[in-house]
């Protein structure tokens, strides 16, 4: 792995473990040219999946823009982070399970939407009234920055 501070590729595992998930294995590294310290987590990838947009244009799935999606509609809910990751991962093997490797946004959409509904009430409405923006928008970052959960909070 190559270091991300000064470009070498001979740099050293100190420490894996599991992540939270249980899903990944979290690896603490170390740069032996630089002295820099990083992370990496390795996960199981079934297929590599592709995001095709509504304008047709294609990018890679990036887990991790959709794991915010989900977290910032859970945001303040009285559910375990563990719990939200296994939704998450549960998601993508949903996705993965779909049998393509291209699959539309829309389809990502609502698939988060069918689980978070059957989790939480209060994010899926969050995540559903957005929906309509992001089918507009097609475009997780600004999705995520449509998705802003203080304002709808039931407190
Ligand atoms: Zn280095």
Do not use: W
Request: aromatic content about 8%; charged content about 35%.
């Amino acid at each position: 792995m190559r270091c991300p501070f000064c470009g070498n590729v001979d740099t050293q595992v100190k420490d894996s473990r599991p992540a939270e998930d249980h899903v990944s294995i979290r690896r603490r590294r170390f740069c032996p040219a630089c002295g820099g310290r990083f992370t990496t987590y390795e996960r199981v990838q079934l297929r590599d999946l592709v995001v095709v947009k509504s304008t047709g244009r294609r990018e890679d799935f990036d887990r991790d823009k959709m794991g915010r999606s989900v977290r910032i509609a859970m945001q303040k809910r009285p559910i375990e982070p563990e719990r939200i990751d296994q939704l998450i991962s549960g998601i993508v093997r949903r996705l993965e399970s779909l049998g393509e490797t291209d699959i539309p946004s829309k389809v990502i959409g609502e698939i988060v939407m069918e689980t978070l509904a059957r989790i939480d009430t209060v994010a899926y409405v969050r995540f559903a009234s957005v929906y309509k923006n992001f089918q507009a928008a097609d475009d997780f970052d600004k999705f995520v920055s449509e998705l802003r959960p203080d304002q709808k909070d039931d407190a």
